[in-house]
C-alpha cells in the first residue's frame, strides 16, 4: 500500500514536512478481516488534534503510523463470511491506498442513495454531527434564530438547513464573499463573511431578536461576538473550535473567563460540549431522515474532491486556513 504517515508533530499549523509518503507491505488478512482498496479519504478538521501529542477524546497518531481518517473503499478479498470482493463499504482505512480492516466495523454502502463521496459528508460523520448535536443539544424552536459558523462545511451547511427545516431562522458565518453567497443559495436567511472589518455590525443587523442556538464550530472571535447577543435560554452545542487548532498558545488578553461565566449565569446559557459518537443510537434515525431530506432537495451539500493521496496533504492544511469550499474528500481510486 501507499500510505502517508505523521512524520513530526507541527508546532502551529501543519507543514509538508511533517508528513511522509512511503510504501508498505500489507497483509495477511486474517479470519475475519477484509482487504480494502480506498476509493475516496475523508479528511476532517479533528486530523490535526491527532496529530498532537496529547490524550484527547482519542488516542494520537504515533510518528511514523498513517494518519487515520474515514475512507468509502471496495473489498478486494474477504475472510468475512458477510463481505464479497466488489462490495463497497465505509470504513476507517486512514490516508493510504489499501487498508485491512475488521470486517465487523464496516458499513456497507448497498443502495446508497447518494454518490459515494456522501457517506463521508453530508450523509456521513459530519451530517450526523450536526444533525445530533443541532436536534438534541441545540432543540431550535420555529422563529427562534440559529447561529453557524464555518456554514458552507460539511457540518455548518447541515445544521442551518435542518434548522431551517425545524422551522427557525438560519445565520451562516463564512470567510469571504464566494462562501457567503453560497451560503444564500443553500436558504440561510443571513450570511456573514467573519473576515469583514464590520462582522460585529453585521452580526448585529443579521440577529435583530438577538441569538437563541449558537452552533459552535469555530471559537475565537466569532464565538466573541456571538456571545453577546445570546437570549436569555440560550443553548450552545460546543462541537468545535477550528479557530484555534493551529494554536500554540493562549490568546493574548486579559483573561475573559469571568466575563463568560457572568453572561452564562444571567442569560441562564446552556453550553454542551459533545461528540458526535455520544449519540450513536441515533443513527438509523439520521440515515433515514436525512437520506429523505437529500433525496428531496431540501438538504444540499458542496464538495470539494480532490485528485488522488498526494492532494491530502495540501488539501488538509488548506482546510484548516479556510480554503475548502464544502467537505474535502479525496479521490484516491476509481
Ligand atoms: P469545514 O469543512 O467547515 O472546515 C473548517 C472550516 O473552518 C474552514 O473551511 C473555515 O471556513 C473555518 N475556519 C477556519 N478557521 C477559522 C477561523 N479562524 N474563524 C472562523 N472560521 C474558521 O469543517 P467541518 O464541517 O468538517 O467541521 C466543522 C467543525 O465541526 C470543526 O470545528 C470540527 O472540528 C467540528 N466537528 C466536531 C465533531 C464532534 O463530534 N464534536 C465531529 C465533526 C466535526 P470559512 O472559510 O468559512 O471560515
Not at 10 to 21: A, C, D, M, V, W
Not at 64 to 75: A, E, L, N
Not at 108 to 126: I, K, Q, R, S
Not at 208 to 216: A, H, R, W
Request: hydrophobic letters at 40%; proline letters at 7%; one cysteine or more.
Amino acid at each position: 500500500t501507499t500510505r502517508i504517515v505523521l512524520a513530526s508533530r507541527p508546532k502551529g499549523e501543519p507543514t509538508p514536512e511533517n508528513f511522509r509518503t512511503e510504501t508498505a507491505e500489507i497483509g495477511p488478512v486474517d479470519n475475519g478481516d477484509v482487504l480494502l482498496q480506498t476509493l475516496y479519504l475523508s479528511l476532517d478538521p479533528y486530523m490535526r488534534g491527532r496529530m498532537n501529542d496529547a490524550k484527547s477524546y482519542a488516542d494520537p497518531v504515533e510518528i511514523g503510523q498513517p494518519m487515520v481518517g474515514g475512507t468509502v473503499s471496495r473489498v478486494v478479498e474477504s475472510a468475512h463470511p458477510n463481505l464479497a470482493e466488489g462490495d463497497i463499504v465505509l470504513g476507517y482505512g486512514g490516508w493510504q491506498t489499501y487498508s485491512i480492516e475488521p470486517g465487523k466495523s464496516l458499513v456497507g454502502l448497498d443502495g446508497f442513495p447518494a454518490p459515494l463521496p456522501a457517506a463521508l459528508g453530508v450523509l456521513g460523520m459530519p451530517g450526523f454531527t450536526a444533525y445530533a448535536g443541532l436536534l438534541t443539544i441545540g432543540q431550535p424552536k420555529p422563529a427562534e434564530t440559529v447561529v453557524v459558523a464555518a456554514a458552507t462545511g460539511p457540518v455548518g451547511s447541515a445544521v442551518g438547513q435542518i434548522a431551517k427545516i425545524k422551522g427557525a431562522r438560519a445565520v451562516g458565518i463564512a470567510g469571504g464573499e464566494k462562501k457567503v453567497e453560497a451560503l444564500r443559495e443553500l436558504g440561510f436567511d443571513a450570511a456573514i463573511d467573519h473576515r469583514a472589518p464590520d462582522f460585529d455590525e453585521q452580526l448585529a443587523a443579521a440577529t435583530p431578536d438577538g441569538i437563541d442556538v449558537y452552533f459552535e464550530n469555530v471559537g475565537g472571535k466569532v464565538w466573541e461576538a456571538v456571545l453577546a447577543r445570546m437570549n436569555e435560554f440560550g443553548r450552545v452545542p460546543v462541537c468545535g473550535l477550528v479557530s484555534g487548532y493551529n494554536a500554540t498558545s493562549l490568546p493574548e488578553g486579559p483573561n475573559r473567563v469571568p466575563q463568560l461565566m457572568g453572561l452564562v449565569l444571567q442569560r441562564s446559557l446552556t453550553l454542551r460540549g459533545f461528540i458526535q459518537r455520544e449519540f450513536v443510537d441515533q443513527l438509523p434515525q439520521f440515515r433515514a431522515e436525512m437520506g429523505k431530506w437529500v433525496a428531496d432537495g431540501q438538504v444540499k451539500y458542496h464538495e470539494d474532491v480532490v485528485d488522488g493521496l498526494d492532494s491530502a496533504v495540501p488539501a488538509f492544511i488548506g482546510m484548516l486556513r479556510g480554503d475548502n469550499f464544502g467537505k474535502v474528500v479525496v479521490k484516491v481510486a476509481d
